[in-house]
């Protein structure tokens, strides 16, 4: 089926600086998620995108987090300055349509440590 | 704010049975999807449903949004069946961010 491929697998840095994750999503998507997974709880929403722009974010996707996904290559979540509780998966996820009438496709996740 | 509760949070199957994973909701939800994790981390897609039933081999889902559930069904289940399975759910509300189930860990053994 669709594969979505989150590039790096695992990802270690030092508190306070700056990180970029990479999704490719499936190329004829275009609604782009990102969701986030602490250890040991549940997989909550961050942001969601479209068209170039943020359609909606969560109280998790903080000042300090920004998406965006230039000329349609890599749909991209950087973290800047990085801060210890940011350390969790961060999933993407695509989908052709909405959620609300299309199913999201998920990566498989980039593990990130902060230190 | 919107809750999606799975249960069981942990089960064992015994190799060609069958058995049934829940998810509740609190609120009104639009739309329910049902994921396998495999053992590489990644999120299978099982289902999706807006309303009614839908059957994929051995896999059987339902969802009532009036009523606020959605179950998925496993019969004669194998051991590849293995894995942790999330719902994850759409509120009419919320635009279009899923909210996801604490997850069911499925052991099957022989």
């Known amino acids: 089926g669709p594969k979505v491929l989150q590039i790096p697998s695992h990802q270690i840095i030092d508190m306070g600086q700056m990180v970029t994750l990479n999704c490719d999503p499936v190329?004829?998507?275009?609604?782009f998620y990102w969701y986030k997974q602490i250890l040991g709880q549940q997989m909550e929403f961050l942001v969601n995108?479209?068209?170039?722009?943020?359609?909606?974010k969560s109280k998790l996707f903080k000042d300090q987090f920004s998406v965006e996904r230039p000329d349609g290559s890599y749909f991209t979540l950087k973290i800047q300055p990085t801060a210890l509780e940011d350390s969790a998966v961060y999933f993407c996820?695509?989908?052709?349509?909405?959620?609300?009438?299309?199913?999201?496709?998920f990566g498989a996740g980039t593990r990130l440590s902060v230190l | 704010g919107d809750q999606v509760e799975q249960s069981p949070s942990a089960l064992s199957l015994h190799e060609g049975t069958g058995s049934a994973l829940r998810c509740n909701f609190t609120?009104?939800?639009?739309?329910v999807q049902w994921f396998r994790k495999n053992s590489r981390g990644s999120l299978i897609n099982l289902f999706y449903?807006?309303?009614g039933t839908k059957e994929n081999g051995r896999l059987k889902s339902a969802f009532d949004s009036k009523e606020r559930y959605s179950t998925l069904h496993i019969r004669d289940a194998q051991l590849e069946d293995s894995g942790t399975y999330f719902c994850?759910?759409?509120?009419?509300?919320?635009?279009?961010?899923?909210?996801f189930g604490q997850g069911t860990i499925l052991k099957v053994y022989l």
């Open positions: 996820a695509s989908s052709r349509l909405g959620t609300s009438q299309n199913t999201l496709y």
């Open positions: 190329s004829n998507h275009l609604y």
């Open positions: 995108f479209y068209n170039g722009k943020v359609m909606e």
């Open positions: 609120t009104t939800m639009r739309a």
């Open positions: 449903l807006a309303s």
């Open positions: 994850a759910a759409e509120a009419t509300s919320s635009g279009q961010k899923l909210v």
